[in-house]
């Protein structure tokens, strides 16, 4: 991970390589929030994702070609039984049915309003981006659904350190999530500089990649405590403002 943090930025220099395939996995690193479970450290980042997944309509879409596909794949997972209506269809990116605008559903609840704003502006640019690519005539990366399980599981499992798999490579070979957070924040830093937001999500990304994300402070507080949730919560209550 890199080692410094400057102002409007994630700390570190920006690495090159196209944008990586897996998103939805790379953004969801800084958000993990839930580690407990009945008064239990589960050795998960965010076992709220690991819960969620066991629905079958839930995870990472997979590959669809158009809006057409998109409603055949709905409609079909709807009439198998695995989803009671279009509104059961849990993936973590899709189009609202009755708003112009896309929906993306993996972030666990954030400790405070100050970290939603900064990951709902991230969301925004991470939208923005995808549109521009679209409409450049770039086809879309076709990445292996399964491969993108195993990548939103592994953002369940360790947060923000370790590795996800480099889905904008083509063996798809472990690469540092550091590295991945600063190739995403090369693609998206035009759209949150055009509504001035650089400066507000760079910091947050910045302190996520010296502190860890939220579910290694609930750990520390908890530490300092000899492991009481109690802490825990008094800590997350400390902090809302």
């Known amino acids: 991970m890199p080692r410094t943090r400057r ?6 220099r920006c690495s090159g390589g196209q944008p990586p395939a897996g998103l939805d996995a790379v953004a969801a690193r800084p958000d993990r929030q839930h580690p407990y479970s009945d008064g239990a450290d589960t050795g ?25 596909h998109y409603q055949r794949v709905v409609d079909q997972l709807v009439s198998s ?22 929906e993306v559903r993996i972030a666990d609840v954030m400790p405070d309003a100050k970290t939603t704003t900064a990951y709902a502006l991230l969301v925004r640019a991470l ?8 409409r450049s005539g770039e086809p879309a990366p ?30 798809c070979a472990p690469t540092d999530v550091g590295r991945l957070i600063e190739e995403l924040w090369k693609r ?10 650089d400066g ?10 010296l502190h860890g994300s939220g579910s290694a402070r609930q750990r520390r507080a908890a530490e300092r405590h000899e492991g009481g949730l109690r802490a825990v919560v008094d800590d ?3 902090e809302v403002p």
């Open 7 to 12: 102002r409007g930025r994630p700390g570190g």
């Open 44 to 68: 998960y980042a965010s076992w709220r994702s690991v819960l969620w997944s066991r629905w079958p309509s839930a995870g990472p879409p997979p590959h669809l070609r158009d809006a057409a």
């Open 200 to 209: 507000r999500v760079g910091d947050w990304l910045g302190d996520v990649q």
């Open 236 to 238: 997350l209550a400390v």
């Open 142 to 171: 076709d990445v292996p659904d399964l491969l993108l399980r195993a990548a939103c599981w592994q953002a369940a499992r360790h947060g923000s350190v370790g590795t996800l798999p480099g889905t904008h490579t083509r063996d």
């Open 188 to 197: 998206v830093e035009p759209h949150l500089g055009r509504h001035g937001d």
């Open 127 to 134: 939208v923005g981006h995808a549109v521009e690519v679209g």
């Open 81 to 102: 039984g695995a989803a009671l209506d279009p509104a059961m269809v849990y993936w973590h990116v899709r189009p609202s049915a009755h708003l112009p605008t896309i």
